[in-house]
């Protein structure tokens, strides 16, 4: 499964209401809408690092930069990305 539909099931599962329709667009804002509150961020953090085995920084905890689904998708990738090449340098 890939890393945005992995993100996309999280979401639709904590933070949409039941029998809303369980799907979010790549470009859906999360938290300038208001969807994903800072409480809600909080979870979404530990779900990705729980997931995908990487750790976020403070300063990698903005809503600009985690608002959307491709947002999400391309700092997970990148933060994978840095993980392999450090390994690969050790």
Aim: charged fraction near 30%; aromatic fraction near 6%.
């Amino acid at each position: 499964m890939e890393i945005k539909d992995q993100v996309q099931r999280y979401l639709c599962e904590n933070f949409l209401p039941a029998g809303q329709e369980r799907t979010l667009e790549d470009n859906t804002p999360l938290i300038s809408s208001g969807l994903i509150d800072s409480i809600g961020m909080i979870g979404l953090i530990a779900f990705i690092e729980g997931r995908f085995g990487i750790e976020f920084h403070a300063r990698e905890v903005a809503a600009d930069k985690l608002d959307t689904l491709a947002k999400i998708e391309a700092l997970i990738e990148k933060k994978l990305a840095a993980t392999v090449s450090r390994l690969k340098a050790s």
